[in-house]
């Protein structure tokens, strides 16, 4: 396939490029910016593209790639928000970071068939994501009592920063945790997966 990289590291150019091309693929073009790969006359197959960016996002740059041609999106986010809004905008296909070295030629090849790509462990990280309760039935306020938690904070800390008090946080964390049917532990987890707090770096 002839395939184009929007990513903005050129170490990791570098080893697609020789993953890619070493096993019949051919890599046409190389930006750093999603902004060059839209103003570009090259037409690949494919793009891979990185949602970390400077200037344009990967998300912000989709709808303008897959007028083109299908999108891979390889990326070191892995929650499932970033999955679900990946898709949402016209990816064909989400591939984590981690996993690239061993499931991108299985990306391109399920892409080449006509069919969308999602890794085996995202998909199933997905499923539970789209079956939880999101955000949107938390007030605002649940929503940044239940994020300073996740963050790591005490309650009498979430609530200094809120300016509220501390049994007035506790009340906010109860009702959080009745509606999304949750436990404490899984907050952070749950706060991740649902954009409310970064991925803790690998």
Same mark, same amino acid.
């Given at each position: 396939?002839?395939?184009?990289l929007?990513?903005?590291?050129?170490v990791?150019?570098?080893?697609?490029?020789l993953l890619?091309?070493s096993?019949g693929h051919?890599?046409v073009?190389?930006?750093d910016?999603?902004?060059?790969?839209?103003a570009?006359?090259? +037409?690949? %197959?494919?793009? &891979?593209?990185d949602?970390?960016?400077? #200037?344009?996002?990967?998300?912000?740059?989709?709808? !303008? @790639?897959?007028?083109r041609a299908?999108v891979?999106v390889l990326s070191?986010?892995e929650?499932?928000?970033?999955?679900s809004e990946?898709?949402?905008?016209?990816?064909?296909?989400f591939l984590?970071?981690r996993?690239?070295?061993?499931a991108?030629?299985?990306?391109?090849?399920?892409?080449a068939?006509g069919?969308?790509?999602?890794?085996?462990?995202?998909?199933?990280r997905?499923?539970?994501?789209?079956?939880?309760?999101?955000?949107e039935?938390?007030s +605002?306020r %649940?929503?940044? &009592?239940?994020?300073?938690?996740?963050? #790591?904070?005490?309650l009498k800390e979430?609530?200094? !920063? @809120?300016?509220?008090?501390?049994?007035?946080?506790?009340?906010?964390?109860a009702?959080?945790?009745?509606?999304?049917?949750?436990?404490r532990?899984?907050?952070?987890?749950?706060?991740?997966?649902?954009?409310?707090?970064a991925?803790?770096?690998?």
């Amino acid at each position: 396939m002839r395939v184009a990289l929007i990513e903005d590291h050129a170490v990791v150019r570098a080893g697609l490029r020789l993953l890619l091309e070493s096993s019949g693929h051919r890599v046409v073009a190389e930006f750093d910016r999603a902004e060059d790969a839209i103003a570009s006359d090259e +037409r690949p %197959e494919v793009y &891979v593209l990185d949602l970390n960016l400077p #200037g344009m996002s990967g998300l912000e740059a989709l709808p !303008h @790639l897959t007028a083109r041609a299908r999108v891979l999106v390889l990326s070191m986010h892995e929650e499932p928000v970033y999955v679900s809004e990946a898709f949402r905008h016209g990816a064909a296909g989400f591939l984590s970071k981690r996993a690239a070295d061993v499931a991108l030629l299985d990306a391109l090849a399920a892409l080449a068939r006509g069919e969308r790509y999602l890794h085996p462990d995202l998909a199933a990280r997905l499923a539970e994501y789209v079956s939880e309760p999101g955000p949107e039935v938390l007030s +605002r306020r %649940e929503r940044d &009592v239940i994020a300073g938690l996740a963050r #790591g904070l005490e309650l009498k800390e979430v609530a200094a !920063h @809120l300016g509220i008090s501390p049994k007035t946080a506790a009340t906010y964390k109860a009702r959080a945790l009745a509606k999304l049917g949750l436990r404490r532990g899984e907050l952070a987890r749950w706060a991740r997966e649902h954009g409310l707090v970064a991925e803790p770096p690998a």
